[in-house]
């Protein structure tokens, strides 16, 4: 498979409703697609970056940058391309997860939809369905955030997510158990906000029996994790630490996380999300599919990675509707509290030619 080009094309969609969270309110996203051009046909990728380096150091116009600046032309020295080549010819850059893995999710695009293979059979997905939770934002009151709760559970949601940071804790989590009762599947997300002083107030929220708190601490901060982990028995699950197989094979040695969420564009692509998830698994760590407000392409093979036989538990795999009033593909829906995998080739969808030409607010061509 020969490589002819990359478009980058960014895209900003409003959110149905603001989305806050410790590090930020976010009421629109930006999103970077990539279009890869082979002689064999086309491939879509979506990169998980935000426009700002709030949740990771990478950020939308430094992808833009390290995309065209190296990343493409390095592919140029792969005499065919293929997906499974992308990642060790990108390697001898460093850092830049999103933007390599958004390269290799086109190119694999690509080469799987030559090949009529949906993402879901290449990545080894064993089920035609997943569970799906949804990430509930941090709300100015805890009447709103029970209506938005009563909401998103009367829309069959199989489990909910709350954003926590301090303040906004312990109190709304005593709430939502009041009102929607013990068998409610509950987890908390703190994106980084807390420090290992925080323990003791962390340890409040042990009686309520959430099913884990994610990355309470800084990213870098694995071994106060374990350490956090000693000191409550709601369960740790790391987010931002968790950057590729190898650190999530050393954060479960250190008992720094008895869960993962696994965000592909996180850890540099789905390949390497696959690895994680087997890494997991021989560990028997669960795990489950993060978000990044993804559009339907991005949704697409986030379903199709929740398929693994490891992801035990719903992600933030949330329906079209839950995001965005027009998605950029064939909306996404709830079915029972569950979505279904794609299974046409490679991704199974794709965005809709009108939308694009009418949404984007920045289109590049590389030529290779
Ligand atoms: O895609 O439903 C989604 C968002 C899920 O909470 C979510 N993502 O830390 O897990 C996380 C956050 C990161 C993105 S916040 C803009
Ligand atoms: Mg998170």
Known sequence: MRLEGVELITVTLPLVSPFRTSFGTQTEREILLVRAVTDVGEGWGECATLLDPLYSSEYLAGVLDVSRRYLVPALRDLAGVEAHRVAPTLRRFQGHRMAKGALEMAVLDAELRHRGVSFGRELGAVADSVACGVSVGIMDSVPQLLDAVADYVDQGYARIKLKIEPGWDVEPVRAVRERFGDDLLLQVDANTAYGLKDAPHLARLDPFGLLLIEQPLPEEDVRGHAELQRRITTPVCLDESIVSA???????????????????????????????????????????????????IGRAANLALAALPNF????????????????????????????????????GVEPIPELLTELATHREWIAV
């Not at 696994?262 to 390949?271: A, F």
């Open 312 to 347: 035990t538990l719903p992600g933030d795999t949330s329906a079209s509707d839950r995001y965005y009033r027009t998605d950029l593909t064939t909306p996404f829906t709830l079915d029972g509290g569950r979505m279904a995998v794609p299974t046409g080739p490679g991704l």
């Open 246 to 296: 190898r650190s999530a094979a050393d954060a479960i040695s250190l008992g720094a996380c008895q869960v993962v969420n696994i965000k592909p564009g996180r850890v540099g692509g789905y390949l390497e999300a696959r690895r994680v998830h087997d890494v997991c698994a021989a560990h028997d760590i669960p795990v489950w599919c993060g978000g990044m407000l993804e559009s339907g």
